[in-house]
Each structure stands twice: as structure tokens, then as C-alpha cells.
């Protein structure tokens, strides 16, 4: 079954940090660019970060620089997210995604992961 799974999410204090690996099961996540996305209750999903298959490049929002870092392991088919200086309005359903071409395109995900819960509080 090919699918992406998140994990690493809990709670956490403001200003702390966390790391959340995305691992793919069933492909080899070298050809495909992985995005990460988030949804807080009553919110739309927003992208986060996006990180290239061939050369690494990342892509930040806004909301990410500085305070989010994306990077990849293919030894380990997996995608990692860590994110620091967390504050309470980063609390939402953290998500995974890929595609080929996912951070150059707007070509929709062919993978979504089911997503890990963050919540930011004191």
C-alpha cells in the first residue's frame, strides 16, 4: 500500500520545539517533491514548506521562515519538518504530501498523509 505516514506530533509549550518525520511506505520518495501542509479548527488548509526530490530546495511560506526547517533522508525515505520557537497559533493537523513535481507546480498531491496533531499551549 503505497502511503505517507506522520508522526512526531503531541503538545508542546510556546517557544518549544518539535520535529515531525513524514515516512513513505510502498515508494521511494527520491523522485517526489514533499510538501508540508497545516489546518487549525475552522481554518483552511495552508502550505507550510516544500522540499524538491533531485537538489533539495526548499520553499517557505511566509509563516515557515525562520522558525521551520524542512529537510529530506532518502536513506530513510523520509521527510522531516522541524519547527522551533512554536507559538500557540501554529497549533493545527500537520500534514504531508507528494508529488513529482509538488513544489514547482500546482499540481495536486498524489499522496496525503492523515496528518499528526500539534497543539501549542502553556
Known amino acids: 500500500q503505497l502511503q505517507l505516514v506522520e508522526s512526531g506530533g503531541g503538545l508542546v509549550q510556546p517557544g518549544g520545539s518539535l520535529s515531525l518525520p513524514c515516512a513513505a511506505s510502498?515508494?521511494?520518495?527520491?523522485?517526489?517533491?514533499i510538501g508540508w501542509f497545516r489546518q487549525a479548527p475552522g481554518q483552511e488548509r495552508e502550505g507550510v514548506s516544500c522540499i524538491s526530490s533531485k537538489n533539495g530546495s526548499t520553499y517557505d511560506l511566509d509563516i515557515a521562515k525562520g522558525r521551520f526547517t524542512i529537510t529530506r533522508d532518502n536513506a530513510r525515505n523520509t521527510v522531516y519538518l522541524q519547527m522551533s520557537s512554536l507559538k500557540p497559533e501554529d497549533t493545527a493537523v500537520y500534514y504531508c504530501?507528494?508529488?513529482?513535481?509538488?513544489?514547482?507546480?500546482?499540481?495536486?498531491?498524489?499522496?496525503w498523509g492523515q496528518g499528526t496533531q500539534v497543539t501549542v499551549s502553556s
Open positions: 510502498g515508494f521511494t520518495l527520491d523522485y517526489y517533491d
Open positions: 504530501a507528494a508529488h513529482p513535481r509538488l513544489c514547482v507546480t500546482t499540481l495536486p498531491p498524489d499522496y
